[in-house]
């Protein structure tokens, strides 16, 4: 309660203050009549400012109806304009011909010129985060950032996304980028989750759980060269989030945002409707046998009186939408509410977002609170605190899971014939409290999402506490502490009946991560001449994180109807330990810039660990960048360039491992043999001489705007090379283990990236802004070790399919069975007349996409923008398990085919004389589908799609249809997400899907849960 007060009080005050001022709005527009977004506006000899919005209007209180306003803008003359009692305040700048000097936040929340950059950063603003909402701020950035690759997690609401940038550099370890928020970095546990092709379930984590309405940029530090100082974590580089802080030098600002949207599937499998449940042609008479032949490969569908699954006798008729009638339109609402203001020397912010978000799977759902508190303030002249904490709750209920045993294995096969809604009754307790369903398996969706239980509960806090002190005008320093720590909680239950633990089981478990992170940094910037300027940064961190977790299983329910640990008969208990990991961490970096127009950049970081021995543990890793504008020296007047600019770049980056992995450790088991104390050692053996991993990049670009800034590109090559990869080498039994832990190998990723665009059109009142961006990257695992040639990260149910990285190849290569044939190429099929798959496995293709694109065009009149984003995926291949069981089960369009007459394969059969002789049998469409849904070459599909990625058509009404009211300025906006494919080149799947986000679950979809198409309102409204 007291807390309550406090709040109250400071809004109050807020309140007064704003009371006692007065307010000015406006229009900034260029010399063609267009408003200018973004542009600043600042009370002279005050820090009170804003900005300018979308259509170029503002609005700003002040403390003096004297006061003088400067208006500034990149590329555009600064202009000063003295109020003299004016309420309303319109200009007009003019272009200026300057390079580029805009400025952008890079390693340790340091902010630099672009231009001063010799390495390629890609900065994402608050409003293409905030407006088409995601619980996943990540997935913003999809088709947005050359180079980088985002999978987005098909698992629902509360998933995450995996983010790749400039390609897989590890084989075993992560390849995801360090998530740092305001400086700290935070725990990414969940970050890789999922990839079983049996049952997976994508969990979030790290990112997914930071409030997209609170972030004002994300920066992505692409590679070592932009992360150097990030130390050995930032390999893959660097997803740097800046928050939103408070205004200063006005009243109370009240923001309220409400964002509502429905998702529907954006795509279903194609099905057919003329053949119903079945097997061979008929319809079996019995329930028992029916059941056995769950799949569509009965008689035509003719409205006769056949059995039905229930063991009633039905209508034999097609249900069209059975698949589709499962799914719902599901609503996501997220509402917020953010209060903020300050005075001369200080500021704050409250900010609070509800989000209640439906999974298009029926009760499943996740509702969330976030509640982050922002303080910022000048103690003296010299000394400033900067103070922030966050409060973030989720219930995750009944998230779905994906794989041969998840949700849609028993939806997207159903029988032509099955009415959906008559599963919906999934028990009759009075009769049995086995599941009842189509399928002699008993598997029932209704009943894992209504009468099982997963419940997901996850508590963070985030915070942080800067103190920087400004000793001079070039020397200055701050120190800062910020922690992280979640809570999760997990209750899944499996009711007594469940068509694989008729027993019933349970499982809780509670786990807890942290990470805190305490650093320094010594600040240097100073004119040594009129023509030259260093500036060096000099600091240290130390990094501790831990985790622990302890979980019960239990089975077989003494009372069926009661979920306890202490109605089980059978109970295992398991408990993680704590585990530490700490690095201490010392680091420099040195700029030199002459003239303004050649930079120079060097840095260097030594990193000690707990996790490698002593004679590891310490590692050392420099960088040097170094930028020439080109611009100074054959265009000094602009007259074509306004920015040339050649960069380079190298870098040289270590990575540690896990904790525990140098030693070997032993396991105590709780019920050893014959009651006698048992203990075991883990398969693999560990290694005291481990080594970090190395990753060295090498960085070459070129960036030119041109045309008084109407016309911009950036273009970057880079080569990546892994080596000293961490890594368990597969051993032989006689050693006593299954494998040792090693440094070995060598991987590397070379490619290109470039981003073009411009303002092609702007006049009376209209603007046409586009963007585009292209990537390409070439993987290659160039060596492993002697006598070992792959790695396989996951294989198909039925082995029919491996996922690995091969020498000579890549990270994610298919390897698969194909058509059988003979040493003539011919077709060989059994002595049935069925085609057979091959006994070994070849290439089938590599699941790293050949290049991405996006293409993003804004086209604003007056207060109307439009802007859309066009998303392409290029190339990669992957392998649809689903695809294949659609096949199998003969319910997709194309198993119609040789329903009437069987098909006679082309082929030859094996005779006992080891010869071969034409095949004479022709067999039935179940046969020849069912065998081809074995032979993974079939089922490998080319990833090539090109889509509606993003949609936002926004309106920002007039300021004289508000007047002089309370409310300062409302924004209406249509958006949409994953609105349509304009081309894709595999049916009835989603070819970015994926199974997890770790490297397991990458290049196979299994029965994944669907893209959800959203279409919804935002509405903004500023008092």
Known sequence: MRKVFLLLAVCIAFAASGYAQQTVTGTVLDVEGIGIPGVSIVEKGTSNGTITNVDGTYTLRISSSDAVLIFSFVGMKTMEESLNGRSTVDVILETEQIGLDEVVVTALGISKEKKALGYAVTEVGSDEISLVKDHNPVNSLAGKVAGVVITQGTGGPGSGSRVIIRGNNSISGNNQPLIVVDGIPIDDS??????????????????????????????????????????????????????????????????????????????????????????????????????????????????????????????????????????????????????????????????????????????????????????????????????????????????????????????LTMPRSVDVNDLKTYQIPEESLNSISYSALGANPYWILYHDVYLNTRERFLGFSKVTYEFTDWLSAFARVGTDVSFIK??????????????????????????????????????????????????????????????????????????????????????????????????????????????????????????????????????????????????????????????????????????????????????GYLGLTQLSRPSVKFNPDLKPENIASLELGLEASMFDNRLFFDFSWYNITTTDQIFDVPVPASTGYSTFRENIGEMSNKGVELLLGGIPVTRNGFSWQVSANFSKNENKLVELTEDLDSHVFNSTNSGNLNLQATVGGGYGDLYGTTWR???????????????????????????????????????????????????????????????????????????????????????????????????????????????????????????????????????????????????????????????FFIYKEIDHVDPEASLGTGNNGQGILSYNLPTARSLGFNINVKF
């Open 190 to 411: 969940g970050a890789n989750s999922g990839g079983s092709v049996y049952n997976s379930r994508i969990s979030g984590g790290g990112i997914t759980d930071i409030n997209p309405d609170d972030i004002e940029s994300i920066s992505v530090l692409k590679g070592p060269n932009a992360a150097a100082l990030y130390g050995s974590r930032a390999g893959n580089g660097v997803l740097l989030i800046t928050t939103k802080k408070g205004s200063r030098g006005r009243g109370l600002g009240i923001t309220v945002n409400s964002n509502i949207t429905f998702d529907t599937p954006m795509v279903l499998p194609d099905y057919q409707n003329e053949y119903g449940q079945g097997s061979q042609g008929n319809v079996p008479g019995n329930v028992t046998d029916l059941k056995s032949s769950s799949g569509s490969w009965g008689a035509k569908l003719d409205g006769s009186q056949q059995m039905y699954y229930t063991g009633q006798e039905r209508p034999y008729v097609a249900y069209p939408d059975n698949v589709s009638d499962f799914f719902r339109t599901a609503g996501k609402y997220v509402n917020s509410i953010a209060l903020d203001g300050g005075g001369e020397n200080y500021s704050l912010r409250f900010s609070y977002t509800n989000n209640f978000t439906e999974a298009m799977l029926p009760n499943s759902d996740l509702t969330s609170h976030n509640f982050s508190l922002r303080g910022v303030a000048d103690l003296s002249d010299k000394l400033s605190i900067d103070a922030k904490t966050t409060y973030f709750t989720q219930e995750l209920n009944n998230q779905g899971t994906q794989g041969s045993e998840g949700i849609l294995a028993y939806v």
């Open 821 to 979: 044939t003979n040493d003539a190429g011919q077709i060989v099929v059994d002595a049935n007349g069925r085609p057979q798959a091959s006994t070994e496995k070849v290439y089938l293709g590599n699941s790293q996409p050949d290049w991405i694109a996006g293409l993003t065009n804004t086209f604003t009149y007056k207060n109307v923008s439009l802007r859309f984003l066009i998303d392409a995926r290029i190339g990669g291949q992957i392998f649809s398990q689903t695809n294949a069981a659609l096949m199998g089960a003969g319910v997709s369009e194309e198993t119609l085919a040789y329903r009437e007459d069987g098909i006679l394969v082309d082929g030859v059969v094996l005779q006992e004389d080891e010869t071969y002789a034409p095949n004479t049998t022709t067999i039935s469409a179940q046969d020849y589908w069912g065998a081809i849904s074995g032979i993974a070459s079939e089922h490998v599909f080319d990833q090539t799609n090109i889509r509606m990625r993003e949609f936002v058509l926004s309106y920002k009404l007039p300021s004289s249809l508000l007047g002089n009211s309370f409310i300062k300025s409302v924004d209406l906006g249509l958006v949409g997400r994953n609105l």
């Open 490 to 671: 997990t209750e899944s239950v499996n009711q007594p009946g469940h068509h694989f633990y008729s027993s019933g089981r349970l499982t809780f478990s509670n786990s807890r991560y942290s990470e805190t992170n305490a650093d320094f940094l010594i600040m240097i910037d100073k004119d040594i001449t009129e023509d030259f300027n260093i500036s060096a940064n000099i600091g240290g961190n130390h990094s501790y994180r831990s985790g622990e977790g302890m979980s019960i299983y239990g089975e077989n329910f003494k009372i069926p109807t009661r979920a306890t640990v202490a109605n089980t008969i059978t109970q295992i208990p398991s408990y993680s330990p704590l585990s530490k990991h700490i690095i201490n961490s010392l680091y420099a970096q040195l700029s030199f810039a002459y003239r303004n127009f050649l930079y120079l950049d060097v840095t260097g970081r030594n990193d000690w660990s707990s996790t490698l021995a002593e004679g590891n543990r310490s590692y050392f890793y420099p960088s040097v960048t170094g930028s020439f504008l080109v611009n100074q020296l054959i265009d000094p007047d602009a007259l074509t360039f306004n920015l040339l600019k050649v960069r380079a770049g190298w870098a040289n980056v270590g990575n540690d491992t896990g904790p525990y992995q140098l030693y070997p450790y032993y396991n105590l088991a709780s019920d």
